[in-house]
Every structure is written in C-alpha cells, then in structure tokens.
C-alpha cells in the first residue's frame, strides 16, 4: 500500500450562487482519509455555505454542514479535529448561497493498493 498526502485547492471566483461544485472525487482502487477542508469567504458579505459528502456506492448524499455562516473575508474550518473515509468514486462538493465567493482547500491522504 502507498500513502500519498495531497493538497487540493477550488478557486470559487467563477461559480454560480447555489451552485454544487465537486472538490473532490475519490480515484478509483483507492481510499481517501480527508484531514483539513477550509473554505473562505471571498466578498465581504457573509456568506451560507453547504459541505456535501457522496457516497456512491450506497447512493447516499451527506451534508457535512448545511448553510453554515463564513463570515465577510474569513474562513471556516470544517474538518477541526475530526477525519473522515471517503471511498473510489466517493465525491465532496461544496455550494455557497453567493456567486464567485468561495474558495476551498483540501488536505488529504490517499491510499493506494
């Protein structure tokens, strides 16, 4: 087994208000142990936020939270001291009630057979 760890980073400068937009999606033949989401609030407005977590395999959708507040230029922590297992095609997205205000940034470890 190989152990990656990885940083994945989503600009939110050019989506939509209300729109899902995948972060993240689980490669095939491995397993995902994600271990920091950070999201911050580009405008100065606050801004709800909603985490959704995929589990394709059941067919299950997850909220991680839903219309949580980010308050104008500053960021939430989401992950703080927890982890979660994300499985090959498991999928994390993210939407914000306001256009172009979110940015989002994923620590993970990948682990491959």
Not at 80 to 101: F, P, Q, R
């Amino acid at each position: 087994m190989a152990n990656a760890f990885k940083l994945k980073n989503h600009s939110g400068a050019s989506v939509n208000a209300d729109t899902f937009t995948s972060v993240y999606t689980v490669p095939s033949a491995t397993t995902t142990i994600v271990l920091g989401l950070t999201l911050a609030n580009l405008t100065a407005s606050d801004i709800a936020i909603t985490v959704t977590m995929t589990d394709t395999s059941a067919s299950i959708v997850s909220n991680v939270t839903k219309l949580a507040v980010v308050p104008g230029k500053s960021s939430l922590e989401i992950m703080s001291g927890n982890k979660y297992v994300m499985e090959a095609t498991d999928i994390l997205k993210v939407k914000s009630d306001t256009a172009n205000s979110l940015d989002t940034t994923l620590g993970i470890m990948e682990i491959t057979a």
